[in-house]
């Protein structure tokens, strides 16, 4: 495995720190178009799995009036550098940022308004599990969102189509586990576009 894709999947020391601002450059786009999809009521509980530098997280509380900004990622230095980030710029809401696992979701169930995941879910080692997990920490009626960066030119990262053929397996999953799928594309540029899997949980909080 290169330094690179290593540092990409768990970054850490002074490399990492360089990793932390390539991604959260590279993802500047991505974050903002899922940012703008999601649609957490006032003052509810959102919640990123792998949330890198914290970008997306701070861009969503510093555009909503949320209660809480909750997120998990593996990597320490990430969880030490985005609640940096989001210590003085996350408005009102309460900040939650721990290390862990996505297939093993610290959370009790019914928790969060919305749950989403930027450019990690083609790195989970189970992705079933961590799909099942998120779907059960969210209330009845809340979204699950996967955004999915897709090249349409060969790239440095991945080769062209793999992003739509990703998302394609990935709504296969939220179907499976129940969920209501929808699938929204984002065009950047003639380069590169971002998919967005909606997952809807049946239901609502107040049946």
Known sequence: MSILMHQAMKPHGARGVVMGWLMGSLNALQNRATVDALDPPPGGA??????????ALQMLALSRPLGLVA???HSELMVARARHRLRANRGDAALDLRIGDAGDLPFPDDKFDAAFAV????????????????TGVLKPGGDLMLS???????????????????????????????????????????????????????GRADD
Do not use: Y
């Open 148 to 202: 999915i960066r897709d090249f349409r030119v060969a790239g440095r990262f991945e080769p062209p189509g793999r992003g739509a053929e990703t998302a394609k397996v990935a709504a296969e999953m939220l179907k499976d586990l129940g969920l209501q799928v929808r699938l929204r594309e984002v065009v950047h540029s003639p380069r590169r576009a971002t998919l967005l899997v909606r997952g809807r949980k049946c």
């Open 119 to 134: 450019n990690s879910f083609h790195l989970w080692p189970d992705q079933e599990r961590a799909l099942a997990e998120m």
């Open 46 to 55: 959102v919640l990123e799995i792998g949330f890198g530098p914290g970008q």
């Open 71 to 73: 997120g998990i990622d």
